[in-house]
């Protein structure tokens, strides 16, 4: 996951396998740290080890505070 600056804010999965198909990453709103991050836009970037492709998504963040 990552800010709309380019600073990792968290890694979610690293180097474990998936089964082939559809799976799903849940993220918690926060950073390595355990600290909620702030409203803001982020990528999170998904890439296969040995894939050429790589997969972005952009989600929103709203935070009460």
């Known amino acids: 996951v990552y800010n709309m600056e380019g600073c990792l804010k968290k ?4 180097k474990e396998q998936s089964p082939k198909g559809n799976n799903r990453i849940d993220w918690d709103g926060r ?3 355990g600290i909620v991050v702030p409203s803001g836009a982020y990528a999170i970037v998904v890439k296969a080890e040995g894939a050429e492709n790589v997969a972005t998504k952009t989600v929103v963040v709203l935070n009460d505070r």
């Not at 890694?11 to 690293?14: D, Q, R, Y």
């Open 11 to 14: 890694t979610l999965i690293e």
């Open 31 to 33: 950073d390595s740290n």
